[in-house]
């Protein structure tokens, strides 16, 4: 199973991104797909999480009404729509998928990664 990051950079305050992540090795549509972020020297954190069909999505307070998570199931693709971005933004955004439909906020349940893709927002 691998999960492929890509589409993160450098982007100056109130910029947009959209990350991608593809996956192979996989049935993808039988996973909950997730964003989670990790800044330097923090602890990796839930951003974004959406349901196996698409049809039930849910995000950190922070990112609310900013970033929008969507997936592409004939494509294997889950992807992190950023807007308005802020410098306490930047992390390495790791994407995840877990069989699992429960706790989605923690990343315990996920039980494949991405290998992170380094989003820098600069003020």
């Known amino acids: 199973v691998q999960l492929q990051a890509s589409g993160g950079g450098l982007v100056q305050a109130g910029g947009s991104l959209r990350l991608s992540c593809a996956g192979s090795?996989?049935?993808?549509?039988?996973?909950?797909m997730a964003w989670f972020r990790q800044a330097p020297g923090k602890e990796r954190d839930f951003v974004a999480t959406?349901?196996?069909?698409?049809?039930?999505?849910a995000y950190t307070d922070s990112v609310k009404g900013r970033f929008t998570i969507s997936r592409d199931n004939a494509k294997n693709t889950v992807y992190l729509q950023m807007n308005s971005l802020k410098p306490e933004d930047t992390a390495v955004y790791y994407c995840?998928?877990?069989?699992?439909?429960?706790?989605?906020?923690?990343?315990?349940?996920?039980?494949?990664w991405g290998q992170g893709t380094q989003v820098t927002v600069s003020s």
């Open positions: 995840a998928a877990s069989p699992r439909g429960d706790s989605y906020y923690s990343g315990k349940t996920y039980r494949y």
């Open positions: 090795g996989l049935t993808f549509s039988d996973y909950r």
């Open positions: 959406i349901s196996w069909d698409g049809g039930s999505t």
